[in-house]
């Protein structure tokens, strides 16, 4: 009897041990199957304020595909004028060239349009750092009525109706279109757009001679002249926030703007804003919030003044843009994602 008795528990266990296996299996095989919708970035460290970009190690190219053509089509928008690429052209420096930007109807915002490249690297998205991820960003302007003018239910109809977009999200499984899934390609296509291999990244991984003698003369004076104090890690910027006209008050059309202050209304906040990538800065002029800033030079006199102040020579300027030029790198393609 207890050998019988045996066999059953032992039956028993099997079939346990089998069904847990076949669980287990499947909770790992969906796991893998997540991984393989993210991306995955090579990192360098190195002993300098200055931090050399992240490079792609794997992202999913489908994903990327997909959000590449979600990221140009006018569908997202009210009228089917507008896509996120009519401000944020990405072979232009990932912005619009404007000082603010139009959206539907001619519409015309408030504040310069900021670079999409790199800006999975920043800590927070929009100048004012109103939305922490990239998923939280796109929301923005899906909605508002002076740049996209629309709703997520109007989006997802003519996108279920367009046979391009059916047949695309069909071939990632995807039978029932969700904002979800909208947002996800897009931040797969903008978590892309990554610019490595500049000069200054070449010179952080040991490359003396990636930089001039002007450079190095300029990123010398970066560093000891505090301009490194806001811009810094491996976006040069974007990690932190900081008040426009620290030390001595700005020019006036800036201050017309009070930035943080009309996220979180704490007086503290007044023309508090994210601080910007320098990555690709010699790509997207006009500078500042306002975009009311046309050159590079003046751009880095007002800085030098209103936030370290300092009044700096012409010379320091033009060595100081000739180290800007080097934090330029390329755009990968997607034959080398």
């Not at 909208?182 to 610019?195: D, H, N, P």
């Not at 997207?284 to 936030?307: C, K, L, N, R, W």
């Not at 370290?308 to 080097?326: F, N, T, W």
């Amino acid at each position: 009897m207890s050998y019988y008795y045996t066999k059953i528990i032992t039956g028993v266990l099997c079939v346990a041990l089998t069904t847990a296996g076949f669980y287990f299996y499947k909770s790992r095989a969906k796991t893998a199957t997540t991984q393989e919708d993210e991306v995955v970035y090579e990192t360098y460290s190195v002993n300098h304020p200055l931090q050399p970009i992240p490079s792609i190690k794997y992202i999913d190219k489908r994903w990327v595909s997909l959000g590449k053509a979600l990221f140009h089509s006018p569908l997202l928008s009210k009228d089917n004028t507008v896509s996120c690429a009519s401000c944020h052209m990405v072979d232009y420096g990932g912005d619009d060239g404007f000082s603010v930007s139009s959206g539907v109807g001619s519409k015309v915002g408030i504040r310069n349009s900021p670079t999409v490249l790199n800006s999975a690297f920043n800590f927070r998205q929009f100048w004012d750092g109103r939305s922490i991820t990239l998923e939280e960003q796109i929301d923005g302007p899906i909605h508002n009525p002076v740049e996209m003018g629309t709703n997520w239910a109007d989006i997802i109809e003519k996108l279920s109706r367009d046979e391009m977009f059916q047949y695309a999200f069909e071939e990632l499984a995807i039978t029932a279109i969700t904002p979800e899934h909208v947002k996800k390609a897009i931040v797969l296509y903008e978590k892309s757009l990554v610019t490595p291999n500049s000069p200054i990244d070449r010179y952080l991984l040991g490359d003396q001679s990636a930089l001039s003698t002007q450079q190095v003369r300029g990123l010398s004076k970066f560093v000891d002249f505090g301009c490194i104090t806001c811009h810094q890690g491996k976006n040069i910027g974007g990690n932190v926030f900081q008040k426009l006209g620290r030390i001595k008050h700005m020019p006036k059309n800036l201050s017309l703007d009070f930035g943080r202050y009309l996220v979180t209304h704490n007086e503290a906040d007044k023309h508090v804003f994210k601080v910007p990538s320098l990555r690709n800065v010699m790509h997207t002029a006009p500078y500042f919030h306002d975009g009311s800033v046309e050159t590079i030079e003046e751009a880095i006199s007002i800085m030098a003044e209103t936030q370290l102040g300092r009044k700096i020579s012409q010379q320091d300027i033009e060595d100081i843009k000739a180290l800007l030029e080097s934090f330029s790198g390329q755009l990968a393609t997607e034959s080398t994602l």
